[in-house]
Structures are given as C-alpha cells and as structure tokens.
C-alpha cells in the first residue's frame, strides 16, 4: 500500500514546487523582484520572528498581473522597520528597529506621508522561516529558488533531447559512418566526468541564467542519444518497418511517424531522472559560485552564503533549501522509477 502511494505523492510533491514557482510572487511575503530587499537591522533573526513597520509612500506604480507574475511586484512605498512608536496629532513618532535595543533615538513622519493598514499605520511583518544574513525573507527566497530549479530542469532536459533524439536517430536508422562518428563522440563525452564537464562549460560560457541551461543541457544528452540508438536498432530490423521500407516511404516519415513513437518510454524514464540530475547540478554550480549570480535566488547560493550558521548561528538558513533539494529530487527519482516498472513490459 505504501509502495503504490510513493508515485502519488511524488507527483503531489512536485504539483505543489510547480504550483509554487509559477504564482511565486502571488504567494510569497516579500513578493518584489527576486524577493531582494535587504535590511541587516533584522538580519540572520530565527524561524517566526514577526517586526513592525512604517510604509512610507513613494512614486506610485502600476503592476499587471503578467509583470508582478514574472517578476514582482514594485512597491509604491518605503518599508521602516521600527522598534517603538508613538502616535500624536498627526505625527508618528518612532524608533528605527535595530540590533541595539537600547537605542533611544525618536524620528518623527507625518501621518500624511504614511499608508495606513486598515486605521493603523503600523503594518506588521512575520517571518515564517526567519531571515537571512542580509535580513531578506527566507521563505521567499526559498519560493522563488524552486523557480530556478524547475526552469533549468525543464531547459535542461529539452536541450538533451533535442540533441540526444536526433543523434541517436541517425546513429541507429541510419548505421555505417554515421554511426561510428557518432559512437564515437558519445563515448567520448561519456568518458569526461559529469560535474567536471559542467563546471568547465561553465567557465566557457560564463555565469548566468541561459548558460547554466546549455552547460548543463549539453552534458546529459549522451544517455538519451545511446539509448534511443539501442531502441532504433532493435525496431529497425522487425518486419513492419522492412515493410514500410519497400512502399518507398521517405526516411524522415519511417523515423519520426514509425520508429519514434515506440521509443518514446524509455525515454520519458531518461528525461524523469535527468530532471533530478538537473536540479542536483544547478545547486551544486550556485554553490561552486558557478551558477546564476546574486540576487536571484538559488538553493545552491542559499545554501553557500549559510553553511557555516548550521555551527554558529541560525542552521534553518541552510537546511530548509537542502531539505527542498533533496524532497525535490526524490520525487522525481521515484516518479522515474515508477514510470520504469509501469512501462517495463517483463513486469506485466
């Protein structure tokens, strides 16, 4: 019973990280662009830390939905974190919130400046996992980290296919020259380490959001293209497709109406583990400094800037992303593993 459950749950789990990534900035708490606003006032404060403020209003904005979808929204006002206040007449007089609770120092706004939360002007921030070093919301950060994880798993494996299907067609339709050409560059990249060939297209194609796609999208191809091979080899020789063959039927129409479907589970199994793959790489280039660049958002780069707090300071900083990796990973891993065994004929 709990074994047929794993893929329900799986499925649910990454429902809920896709849900999450697509409405992040209609979910989260600090809902501006890449959750980014700093204040080292409130820096490295524990799970459940809740501040006061003062909205101070600015240039108004306007935001559509497709722009605070895609990246957030632009505030209108400027937040003070306060300690104390105290209301006379139409002056807030107040106490900027810092970490030297002995500080006395009253500043003064007039209420007109001020946006009011329902009949109050002090609007109340809680932290449902705390902050990080640089006093932005960890939860947030952790939210749109999911963002990044997924596109670059989605990316990722679409360039892998597109490479992989098509060299692998040829290889094993086609035979001859071709095929050993193609053999050969397989066992090649097959021979260079993983991570290691990673980490140097990286450093070739620079540190950003698209050449993490491609540096990681280019190294998992070579199982796709060796195993559509495999599976092209074996249904070029059965007697349908020798059929087809002597109606005078293109090559392009055999492979991609005939051959191609009934290669396509094992497949889906490949690109399901490679998803995994891609996260687990993707984390490991942000935390090598090698992945997407500061401000947005990364497990890896949470992970990295936090590491050492897990002895010293707040460990919840570093092990609510690792937690999200590893949860995320599982349930595509076991989604694989499902798909491997449902689609496994010997099974049946």
């Given at each position: 019973?709990?074994?047929?459950s794993?893929?329900?749950?799986?499925?649910?789990?990454?429902?809920?990280?896709?849900?999450?990534?697509?409405?992040?900035?209609?979910?989260?708490?600090?809902?501006?662009?890449?959750?980014?606003?700093?204040?080292?006032?409130?820096?490295?404060k524990?799970?459940?830390?809740?501040?006061n403020?003062?909205?101070?209003?600015?240039?108004?904005?306007?935001?559509?939905?497709?722009?605070?979808?895609?990246?957030?929204?632009?505030?209108?006002?400027?937040?003070?974190?306060?300690?104390?206040?105290?209301?006379?007449?139409?002056?807030?007089?107040?106490?900027?919130?810092?970490?030297?609770?002995?500080?006395?120092?009253?500043?003064?706004?007039?209420?007109?400046?001020?946006?009011?939360?329902?009949?109050s002007?002090?609007?109340?921030?809680?932290?449902?996992?705390?902050?990080?070093?640089f006093?932005?919301?960890l939860?947030?950060?952790?939210?749109?980290?999911?963002r990044l994880?997924?596109?670059?798993?989605?990316f990722?494996?679409?360039?892998?296919?597109?490479?992989?299907?098509?060299?692998?067609?040829m290889?094993?339709?086609?035979?001859?020259?071709?095929?050993?050409?193609?053999?050969?560059?397989?066992?090649?990249?097959?021979?260079?380490?993983?991570?290691?060939?990673?980490?140097?297209?990286?450093?070739?194609?620079?540190?950003?959001?698209?050449?993490?796609?491609?540096?990681?999208?280019?190294?998992?191809?070579?199982?796709?293209?060796?195993v559509?091979?495999?599976?092209?080899?074996k249904?070029?020789?059965?007697?349908?497709?020798?059929?087809?063959?002597?109606?005078?039927?293109s090559?392009?129409?055999?492979i991609?109406?005939?051959?191609f479907?009934?290669?396509?589970?094992?497949?889906?199994?490949i690109?399901?583990a490679?998803?995994?793959t891609?996260?687990?790489?993707?984390?490991?280039?942000?935390?090598?400094?090698?992945?997407?660049?500061?401000?947005?958002?990364?497990?890896?780069?949470?992970?990295?800037?936090h590491?050492?707090?897990?002895?010293?300071?707040?460990?919840?900083?570093?092990?609510?992303p690792g937690?999200?990796?590893?949860?995320l990973?599982?349930?595509?891993?076991?989604?694989g593993?499902?798909?491997?065994?449902?689609m496994?004929?010997?099974?049946?």
């Amino acid at each position: 019973m709990i074994l047929n459950s794993i893929p329900i749950i799986s499925g649910g789990v990454i429902f809920i990280f896709v849900f999450l990534s697509v409405f992040a900035y209609y979910l989260i708490p600090q809902n501006t662009n890449m959750s980014n606003e700093i204040e080292l006032s409130i820096a490295k404060k524990p799970p459940g830390f809740r501040v006061n403020y003062l909205f101070e209003k600015t240039n108004k904005t306007n935001n559509n939905f497709f722009n605070k979808l895609l990246f957030g929204e632009k505030l209108s006002y400027k937040k003070i974190p306060i300690h104390k206040y105290k209301l006379r007449n139409d002056t807030v007089f107040f106490i900027e919130y810092t970490n030297d609770l002995e500080n006395n120092n009253f500043k003064k706004k007039h209420i007109e400046k001020l946006i009011f939360n329902n009949t109050s002007v002090i609007h109340s921030n809680f932290f449902f996992l705390g902050t990080d070093k640089f006093g932005r919301d960890l939860l947030s950060r952790i939210i749109l980290g999911s963002r990044l994880s997924l596109a670059v798993g989605f990316f990722s494996v679409l360039i892998s296919l597109v490479i992989g299907l098509f060299l692998g067609l040829m290889a094993g339709y086609f035979g001859g020259k071709i095929d050993v050409l193609i053999q050969w560059l397989i066992n090649v990249i097959w021979s260079i380490p993983t991570l290691l060939l990673v980490i140097s297209l990286s450093l070739v194609l620079g540190k950003g959001f698209w050449q993490l796609f491609l540096a990681i999208g280019f190294t998992m191809w070579v199982e796709v293209a060796r195993v559509t091979r495999g599976e092209v080899l074996k249904i070029k020789s059965k007697p349908y497709v020798k059929a087809i063959k002597s109606l005078g039927y293109s090559n392009s129409r055999i492979i991609f109406k005939h051959i191609f479907p009934n290669i396509i589970n094992p497949i889906i199994v490949i690109s399901t583990a490679n998803f995994a793959t891609a996260i687990l790489l993707e984390s490991g280039l942000s935390f090598l400094g090698l992945g997407v660049q500061p401000p947005i958002p990364s497990w890896g780069t949470i992970i990295k800037n936090h590491y050492l707090f897990i002895l010293v300071d707040n460990p919840f900083t570093a092990i609510f992303p690792g937690f999200c990796i590893v949860l995320l990973v599982l349930s595509f891993m076991s989604l694989g593993n499902f798909f491997r065994d449902l689609m496994d004929i010997k099974t049946k």
